[in-house]
């Protein structure tokens, strides 16, 4: 089993609709769990930080935790063709010093 | 602030060579991680730098090394060069006071022929 897994995509919304990003992780001693987009051709760049359970919310994005089922999740409302991204789920456990990235899943908004 | 830069920004090599990486990171971060990125593998963590000192360490193998000077620039270094090490090797830059966020530098593309 992968210490972070995702859906494994890829995923094709329209523009305007929610799209959904789901993720799973291993080590319950992880604290601190964050969203990457990383455009093809360039390298990742942090878009949301979650560290306790619920929803944290920034523009479009939300993004959710659940600590209790080791699942962590990205909403993107109105979605836009410049979100066309792969996104990586990374956790980080404070004492290890790393993040542990997922595969990634590839999001294709259409217009 | 200056992001992190990280070169060359590629590179082509052949079986057996060497290579050296540079990477500094965001002015005041004390942290440097490297990460290699393959279509296959993803996203792989190499080792971290945190004040001249390895922290920690991936699973890879000894080939594989990295330093940090003073100023807090790091290089990694891949010994004996396979043809599987062609990659996007991504450096990034953290505080290093507790935050695990990471600021990626443009990358490395490298090449073994």
């Known amino acids: 089993q992968k210490e972070v897994e995702q859906n494994s995509g890829p995923l094709s919304v329209p523009e305007g609709a929610i799209a959904s990003l789901n993720c799973t992780y291993s080590?319950?001693?992880?604290?601190?769990f964050f969203w990457y987009r990383q455009y093809s051709g360039k390298s990742p760049e942090l878009i949301m930080s979650i560290y306790s359970n619920g929803d944290k919310e920034d523009g479009r994005f939300t993004a959710q935790l659940n600590k209790a089922s080791q699942y962590v999740s990205l909403l993107i409302r109105d979605s836009q063709p410049s979100d066309s991204a792969t996104y990586l789920c990374a956790v980080s456990n404070t004492n290890a010093g790393k993040s542990t990235f997922g595969d990634g899943t590839t999001l294709t908004v259409k217009p | 602030k200056a992001g992190v830069t990280q070169t060359p920004r590629y590179l082509i090599k052949t079986r057996g060579q060497q290579v050296t990486l540079s990477c500094s990171p965001i002015?005041?971060?004390?942290?440097v991680s490297w990460y290699q990125q393959t279509p296959g593998q993803g996203l792989q963590f190499l080792f971290e730098?945190?004040?001249?000192?390895?922290?920690n360490k991936g699973n890879f193998p000894g080939r594989f090394s990295g330093r940090q000077f003073s100023n807090s620039r790091s290089e990694m270094n891949v010994s004996t060069l396979e043809l599987g090490d062609s990659a996007l090797y991504l450096c990034?830059?953290?505080?290093?006071?507790?935050?695990?966020?990471?600021?990626f530098g443009s990358g490395t593309q490298l090449s073994v022929l």
């Open positions: 080590d319950r001693v992880s604290q601190s």
């Open positions: 990034a830059s953290k505080s290093g006071t507790g935050s695990e966020k990471l600021f």
């Open positions: 002015s005041g971060h004390r942290s």
């Open positions: 730098y945190f004040s001249e000192t390895q922290r």
